[in-house]
């Protein structure tokens, strides 16, 4: 059964360069057309979303919009065979979000090639703990696994407390490496040690700015979310034949690098597209977060808000305080 109308944050753009934030009542006809209609139950906040709510035109190009680069819930109308009303699904990345009305409203409408079918052992609520974060952390970790084993030494995660890092620092944990988590949040330890991380490193020291092109190697591989200098730092230091991926700029877009790390020692930089990943690739991913990689504490590491808590969590990503994941409960 779908209703006519439903509840969406939407993002308008108000005098002076500014962005209004409202939740609005929207009609079905609103939304784009596309073959498999969502109610959305849980979303979750990502970076991106907060971008998008902003006004950055990277992100978002046009306003009014509905945020939200992930959605999970039932179809509640299909134009293809694939889907059927009542499935459970959900959809990270693409378009969603950006352009596209996103998973901060009660429903989305999608191209069905967008959509994935709930994976075995996931509920819909657990998946939007994951969200494009987790998916995204998933996609590294595949990456990582392939190339380094857990005896090979430490792994450095960057950005450790964020939405990718916390959840790369679990997974990678839970399969047996010796994370060390970069934070530059002082009173997170606690938090780090308890969802698996065995050492921290403070963020003013995982930046070298000496300019050399080579540091002492101390990590088999590195998980990076945040760019820059950090990254940098993160490559010059990983052992030989290591793996380093990257995803995020948080930090900065620079990357203040030689060859050398690449052709004296073989380093692997592996870039990470979750948006544009392919499903092929992407089921696999998200049937490891489901199945082996599976977190005992996920809800642990989230944080359920309404729509009305959107906005100040909006500002709280943005300023760089966010811990762990938080979900949107859609109602
Ligand atoms: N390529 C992709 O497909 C993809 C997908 C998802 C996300 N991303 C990107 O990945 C990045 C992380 O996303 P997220 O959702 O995890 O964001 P997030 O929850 O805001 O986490 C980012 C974390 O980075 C650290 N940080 C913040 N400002 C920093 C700075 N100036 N220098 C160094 N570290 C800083 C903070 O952790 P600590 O306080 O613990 O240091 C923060 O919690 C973003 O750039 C996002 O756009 C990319």
């Known amino acids: 059964m779908t209703a006519d109308t439903f509840h969406?944050?939407?993002?308008?753009?108000?005098?002076?360069?500014t962005y209004l934030r409202q939740i609005q009542q929207r009609t079905i006809d609103d939304l784009p057309a596309g073959d498999v209609l969502i109610r959305v139950q849980y979303s979750s906040l990502n970076y991106k979303?907060?971008?998008?709510?902003?006004?950055?035109?990277g992100?978002?190009?046009?306003?009014?919009?509905?945020?939200?680069?992930?959605?999970?819930?039932?179809?509640?109308?299909?134009?293809?065979?694939?889907?059927?009303?009542?499935?459970?699904v959900l959809v990270t990345g693409y378009d969603l979000g950006?352009?596209?009305?996103?998973?901060?409203?009660?429903?989305?409408?999608?191209?069905?090639?967008?959509?994935?079918?709930?994976p075995a052992g996931l509920s819909v609520k657990e998946s939007m703990i994951y969200g494009t974060a987790g998916f995204t952390a998933g996609m590294g970790i595949s990456f990582l696994t392939e190339t380094v084993s857990p005896d090979a030494?430490?792994?450095?995660?960057?950005?450790?407390?964020?939405?990718?890092?916390?959840?790369?620092?679990a997974v990678l944990a839970r399969l047996g490496y010796s994370v060390a988590a970069v934070t530059g949040k002082s009173t997170a330890a606690d938090f780090l040690t308890g969802i698996g991380a065995a050492q921290i490193v403070d963020r003013a020291e995982a930046a070298d700015t000496s300019g050399r092109p080579l540091l002492k190697s101390q990590w088999?591989?590195?998980?990076?979310?945040?760019?820059?200098?950090?990254?940098?730092?993160?490559?010059?230091?990983?052992?030989?034949?290591?793996?380093?991926?990257?995803?995020?700029?948080?930090?900065?877009?620079?990357?203040?690098?030689?060859?050398f790390p690449f052709i004296l020692r073989g380093v692997r930089?592996?870039?990470?597209?979750?948006?544009?990943?392919?499903m092929d690739f992407r089921l696999r991913v998200w049937q490891n977060l489901a199945g082996p990689w599976k977190l005992d504490g996920l809800e642990t590491l989230a944080t359920e808000i309404s729509m009305e808590g959107l906005s100040d969590n909006i500002d709280r990503i943005l300023k760089g305080q966010q811990k762990g994941r938080v979900i949107v409960n859609l109602g």
């Open 269 to 278: 930089l592996i870039g990470i597209d979750s948006q544009n990943c392919p």
């Open 8 to 17: 969406a944050l939407v993002i308008s753009a108000g005098e002076d360069k």
């Open 49 to 57: 979303d907060a971008l998008s709510a902003i006004g950055n035109k």
């Open 220 to 259: 088999a591989g590195a998980l990076d979310t945040v760019g820059g200098e950090i990254l940098a730092t993160a490559v010059k230091s990983t052992h030989p034949w290591g793996t380093v991926t990257c995803c995020g700029n948080v930090a900065s877009p620079d990357l203040p690098l030689t060859v």
């Open 98 to 118: 950006m352009n596209t009305a996103g998973g901060f409203g009660q429903y989305v409408r999608v191209p069905a090639d967008w959509v994935v079918p709930l």
């Open 153 to 169: 030494g430490p792994v450095l995660v960057t950005g450790a407390t964020g939405g990718v890092g916390s959840i790369a620092v």
């Open 59 to 88: 992100v978002t190009r046009s306003y009014p919009h509905t945020p939200g680069i992930d959605a999970a819930g039932t179809v509640a109308d299909s134009g293809v065979a694939a889907f059927r009303p009542g499935d459970r």
